[in-house]
Nanobody, 112 residues
């Protein structure tokens, strides 16, 4: 079964940047990515950013102006560029795609 594989997380200081990537575990001609979510310890998974098939984007208020979601159709890869990171951005980040189960996520830790 196809799975989503997230990468690019890590430990960064406040104000730093990271770029997350998401790809399918198997070669897929086209899967429909829908967005990024995150889950902090003790909290529910929450929406970070959405993207439609025509490139329309939408962001959670907490990340507007700092995060950018994008798709490289040639590479069939979803990205999340995260700038000016804050400690409250610390969470496991998951990408989502239609009819594809959640992946393992990638840990983002922002130190103060």
């Amino acid at each position: 079964q196809v799975q989503l594989v997230e990468s690019g997380g890590g430990l960064v200081q406040t104000g730093g940047s990271l770029r997350l990537s998401c790809a399918a575990s198997e070669n897929q001609s086209r899967i429909k990515f829908t967005g990024w979510y995150r889950q902090a310890p003790g909290k529910q998974r929450e929406l970070v950013a959405l993207i439609t098939s025509v490139g329309t984007t939408n962001y959670a208020d907490s990340v507007k102006g700092r995060f950018t979601i994008s798709i490289d159709n040639a590479k069939n890869t979803l990205y999340l560029q995260m700038n000016n990171l804050k400690p409250e951005d610390t969470a496991v980040y998951y990408c989502s795609a239609t009819f594809v189960p959640w992946g393992q996520g990638t840990q983002v830790t922002v130190s103060s």
